[in-house]
C-alpha cells in the first residue's frame, strides 16, 4: 500500500484502463474513493465476496499478466548486461564460499534486476543469490516477496554452452505465484503465473505452453547436464520398468523446469542439492503450465520454511493425472 494509504472497510475492484507501469500495489481491502490514479491494485486470490468471484477473477489475471509482463522486460534488461560479459574475453571468475563460481555478469545481472524491482515494488522484499544474507528471523516475516537468481547456470555460462537463465518469481504465502525465465542467447522468454496460464515468448510471437499427458509406452525424462550420480541411477531404474521406453535430454538451469512445462518432457527428477532461488520461477511457470513440483514423498514443494534455503530432493511432473506415486514411492535412494 502507499505511503498515505490505510485499510478500512470496504472492497473495490481493480480498473482494468488503470496504467499500471509504474507501481503495483497489492492489497486485500481498498474502498473505492481511496484508488489513486496511476496505480494498480492486485486482489488476492482469495476472495471476501464470493457473490461477485467472476467479476474480480478478472481484474485478478489482468494485474498478474501485466507484473509479468513488467518482469519480463527487466529479465531482458538483465539478459542484456549478461550478454555484454559473455562476449568479452574474461568473465572475472571468482570463487564463492560454497564453491560455485561468481562472474560479473552474475553481478551486473543482480544490480539491474534488484534496483529495477525496489524502485517499482519497494514495499516487497527481495531476496537474491547474490544479495546479503537475509537471517529467517526477518525473512519468516514475509508473506511476500521476490525471489531472484540473476544468472543461473553459472557454469554454463563459463563453459559458452548458452544454457543459462535469469529467473525472477514472486512468493506468495510459500508458494510461487508468479515467475520468469530468460534465456538472453536465445532471446526466449517463459512466462506464467497462477491462474494465468503459460507461455513463451519470442521473435515477436507468444505461445501458450502447456504440460503434457503421459504416453504409457515412452517416457522423457530431463535430466541436469552435471548432476546425477547414484540417486539417478535408482531413478531410472525404476522408471525403465515401468515403461517401454525411456528416453532422456540432458539441460542446464532451470531450462529443465520449462521443458516440462512446455510439454517437451515428462519427467524432471532432481536428486542432488539446489536452492530455493534455483528453481522459483520454473516452479511458477510449471504450475500455471500444469504440471507440479514435489518432494520425494510427493509432497508440493514451498519457499521460505526454514533457516537454510536448500531445497529438498524434487520431481518435476508434467501430468497430475497420472499415477506417479505407485512408481516413485518405489524408487530407493542411497544414504
Known amino acids: 500500500m502507499g505511503p498515505n494509504s490505510t485499510r478500512r472497510r470496504g472492497y473495490h475492484r481493480a480498473s482494468t484502463n488503470v496504467n499500471i507501469r509504474r507501481n503495483i500495489q497489492f492489497v486485500n481491502r481498498v474502498p473505492a474513493w481511496q484508488l489513486q490514479p496511476g496505480v494498480c ?7 471476501s465476496n464470493p457473490s461477485k468471484p467472476d467479476s474480480y477473477r478478472q ?24 550478454l555484454d560479459v559473455y562476449a568479452s574475453p574474461d568473465f572475472d571468475v571468482q570463487i564463492k564460499s560454497d564453491d560455485s563460481p561468481l562472474t560479473r555478469a552474475d553481478l551486473a545481472a543482480h544490480r539491474i534486476i534488484e534496483d529495477a524491482l525496489n524502485d517499482a515494488w519497494p514495499e516487497i522484499p ?16 514475509w508473506s511476500r516477496y521476490f525471489l531472484v537468481d540473476p544468472l543461473d547456470g553459472t557454469k554454463e555460462f563459463i563453459n559458452r554452452n548458452g544454457e543459462f537463465t535469469v529467473n525472477i518469481a514472486l512468493i506468495e504465502d510459500g508458494e510461487p505465484a508468479a ?13 506464467g503465473a497462477a491462474d494465468v496460464g503459460a507461455w513463451i515468448e519470442q521473435d515477436g510471437n507468444t505461445t501458450t505452453i502447456a504440460t503434457r499427458s503421459v504416453d504409457a509406452s515412452a517416457l522423457t525424462v530431463v535430466a541436469s547436464r552435471r548432476h546425477g550420480g547414484e540417486a539417478l541411477g535408482a531413478c ?9 521406453e525411456v528416453d532422456t535430454a540432458n539441460m542446464g538451469s532451470s531450462l529443465k523446469l520449462c521443458l516440462v512445462a512446455a510439454g517437451e518432457a515428462d519427467l524432471y527428477p532432481r536428486l542432488a542439492p539446489t536452492s530455493e532461488w534455483d528453481t522459483a520461477a520454473a ?6 503450465a500444469g504440471g507440479r513440483v514435489v518432494d520425494t514423498a510427493l509432497r508440493p514443494l514451498r519457499y521460505n520454511q526454514k533457516e537454510n534455503i536448500l531445497n529438498p530432493f524434487f520431481y518435476v511432473i508434467g501430468d497430475q493425472g497420472f499415477d506417479w506415486d505407485q512408481i516413485l514411492s518405489t524408487v530407493r535412494l542411497p544414504d
Open 179 to 191: 515467475g520468469v525465465v530468460y534465456v538472453p542467447v536465445k532471446e526466449q522468454l517463459f512466462a
Open 283 to 288: 516452479h511458477a511457470i510449471v504450475r500455471a
Open 236 to 244: 531410472m531404474e525404476v522408471l525403465s520398468r515401468h515403461f517401454a
Open 59 to 82: 481484474d485478478i489475471l489482468v494485474s498478474k499478466q501485466e507484473l509479468l509482463e513488467q518482469l519480463g522486460a527487466i529479465a531482458r534488461q538483465a539478459g542484456s548486461a549478461i
Open 41 to 47: 491494485y492486485q486482489f488476492d486470490i482469495t476472495l
Open 126 to 141: 527481495v531476496l537474491s543469490e547474490e544479495s546479503g544474507e537475509i537471517p529467517f528471523s526477518e525473512r519468516q516475516a
